[in-house]
């Protein structure tokens, strides 16, 4: 039978195509500390489960394709947090980011298009690209220059015209980079004057170490360019529920995405409506106390890591990813080692190696992404067996 040349161009992810090697080992009697996947284990608040368990209606029906509107009324109050005043219509609710960046990328990109994106990227957003017909091309980055990318000299090059718009994340995924006001200003006035579309990740927008929480959709000038995808998915540990958003004030291409909201009927009901009660009922100490928590993850594990010899990094920004470079010869050797082969305490770790976040997989081989989810301790046990998991492996491969 023959498939779509599309679906053919796309890869599995890196992120979870460990997950059967995983279950193997847990099936072993191995215990597997994570340092792999973005699935924070705080705690999802109170409200959301509050607001499902008291939804009164006698059946679950279809929402409007355009969004519950307790849930839109209570992303524009979101949004007004930041100084942004929203209409309804600006607004599509989502199965998640994934899907927000699913449906802007149908909607702008086709054959023969591109779609610059920092390099190292999301792997996934090679999937949503690939599968339009466009490709992604990289905007190079370096852990010398901590991965910043917003510069006139690194993209404007790289600009044609096939070039149909660029795809940020910020804070960064995988790299922790945070763009200053600075940068985020030079990106909406490139985006502005090449007439192009900037579509800027933000699901991870209040986890910054430097700075403040900020949005794409904050620049004058740029409303018919900027295109925001969020999810509370990470701001409120609620990765299951799959409520993202998608935000332009760009009508024209809402009304185009509404087509393909229409067509999936709609988001999720009754988690739209959690989602909704988590806007409204929690207030700043929240965000502040989520932060803290990651703040302190953070340094557990850079603690860790500086510990160990022949391992390189740049310290976070925000999110709760970074990029750290191994001393071995490749990392996903390394990740079937860890998995199949050793132990420390019946113990062992998962990491994500970084050759799936670049367009040539040789540039990541030796690095990996780290997520730093759970409790200080824990990764500190993590960083332990990585260390110990590393000399066993070079010690096999002599």
Do not use: W
């Amino acid at each position: 039978m023959k498939f779509s040349s599309k679906i053919q161009r796309c890869e599995l992810s890196p992120v979870r195509k460990f997950y059967p090697y995983e279950k193997a080992a847990m099936d072993r009697g191995l215990l597997v500390r994570h340092l792999n996947i973005g699935q924070p284990d705080i705690e999802t608040p109170k409200p959301f489960f509050d607001a499902i368990r008291n939804f009164e209606n006698n059946v679950v029906e279809y929402a409007p394709a355009s969004g519950v509107e307790e849930f839109t009324d209570a992303v524009q109050g979101y949004y007004r947090r930041f100084g942004c005043e929203l209409e309804k219509e600006e607004i599509l609710p989502t199965f998640g980011g994934s899907e927000a960046l699913e449906i802007v990328m149908s909607c702008i990109a086709e054959e023969g298009d591109e779609i610059l994106s920092p390099e190292p990227f999301y792997p996934n957003y090679t999937t949503f690209i690939n599968i339009t017909g466009a490709k992604l091309v990289p905007i190079p980055t370096s852990a010398e220059e901590g991965y910043h990318y917003a510069s006139r000299e690194k993209i404007e090059p790289l600009i044609n015209g096939h070039t149909r718009g660029i795809l940020i994340t910020n804070p960064g995924n995988p790299t922790g980079v945070v763009l200053t006001p600075e940068e985020a200003q030079v990106m909406a006035d490139i985006a502005r004057e090449h007439n192009l579309f900037l579509i800027s990740d933000e699901v991870y927008r209040e986890i910054v170490y430097t700075g403040k929480p900020s949005t794409m959709l904050q620049f004058p000038g740029a409303e018919e360019n900027v295109v925001v995808v969020d999810s509370v998915s990470k701001r409120f540990s609620a990765c299951g529920a799959r409520v993202g958003m998608l935000v332009s004030r760009n009508r024209e291409l809402m009304n185009e995405a509404l087509k393909l909201c229409q067509g999936r009927l709609c988001g999720a009901t009754l988690e739209q409506v959690g989602a909704a009660a988590m806007y409204n009922c929690l207030d700043q100490s929240y965000y502040d106390g989520v932060l803290a928590e990651y703040t302190r993850r953070r340094d557990a594990i850079v603690t860790a890591l500086e510990k160990l010899p022949g391992v390189e990094f740049t310290h976070p920004e925000g999110a709760f990813y970074f990029m750290v470079t191994l001393p071995v010869d490749d990392t996903e050797k390394l990740q079937y080692f860890l998995l199949e082969e050793f132990s420390d305490n019946n113990e062992t770790v998962m990491l994500t190696p970084a050759a799936g976040f670049y367009s040539d997989p040789e540039l990541g081989r030796n690095k990996v992404r780290v997520a730093y989810v759970t409790a200080p301790e824990d990764l500190t046990r993590a960083v332990e067996l990585l260390d110990l998991g590393i000399r066993a492996y070079n010690e096999r491969r002599g």
